[in-house]
T-cell receptor
């Protein structure tokens, strides 16, 4: 049963520290999405990649967030420096990017708390 | 521009009762519509999707949804609620010209015995 995996599942850090979240997409999927979920804002798309190239990162605060795909099996989302307002659940999703009708498969999320 | 509106942030039903979760969409292109379910402390899981084939779409766990263009709606139903259906449900819209999913604010379903 192929699944998207995310590490760590939980992260508690102090303001100003660097946070790195990792995602392993489903093998064969060529599109990777990063979402943030908060009570106030709901689910927000931060960025997404196709064939490892960034297609859209307009939802991401550029000054402190960065997203990369070092290879086809790993996507990373970094926050530096972290702030309390970054506390949220961060989801990675992958899919076969054939257009808007394709299903996105979500990982279990990384629950981040910035103190 | 695309958007979805989910009416009712919380819905409570008794076990065995009909489940109806409402979703209305706005889209400048023919939409693709999705329902995802999120169980506590888990990621989202696809329940069903409409991609311009049959207007009545059947999904997992006995759920179905009907695309009604005249009403710009895609409501989710299940004839008989089960305790295990308690979760948060998200409606989402996309289109042929984008990979992005635009999610609604979610509806939390509670099922009482």
């Amino acid at each position: 049963d192929a699944r998207v995996t995310q590490t760590p599942r939980h992260k508690v850090t102090e303001m100003g520290q660097e946070v790195t979240m990792r995602c392993q997409p489903i093998l064969g999927h060529n599109t990777v999405f990063w979402y943030r979920q908060t009570m106030m804002q709901g689910l927000e798309l931060l960025a997404y990649f196709r064939n490892r190239a960034p297609l859209d990162d307009s939802g991401m605060p550029k000054d402190r967030f960065s997203a990369e795909m070092p290879d086809a099996t790993l996507a990373t989302l970094k926050i530096q420096p972290s702030e309390p307002r970054d506390s949220a659940v961060y989801f990675c999703a992958s899919g076969w990017g054939g257009g808007g009708q394709e299903t996105q498969y979500f990982g279990p999320g990384t629950r981040l708390l910035v103190l | 521009a695309q958007s979805v509106t989910q009416l009712g942030s919380h819905v409570s039903v008794s076990e065995g009762a009909l489940v109806l979760l409402r979703c209305n969409y706005s889209s400048s292109v023919p939409p693709y519509l999705f329902w995802y379910v999120q169980y506590p402390n888990q990621g989202l899981q696809l329940l069903l999707k409409y991609t311009s084939a049959a207007t009545l779409v059947k999904g997992i766990n006995g759920f179905e949804a009907e695309f009604k263009k005249s009403e710009t709606s895609f409501h989710l139903t299940k004839p008989s609620a089960h305790m295990s259906d308690a979760a948060e449900y998200f409606c989402a819209v996309s289109g042929y010209n984008t990979d992005k999913l635009i999610f609604g604010t979610g509806t939390r379903l509670q099922v009482f015995p």
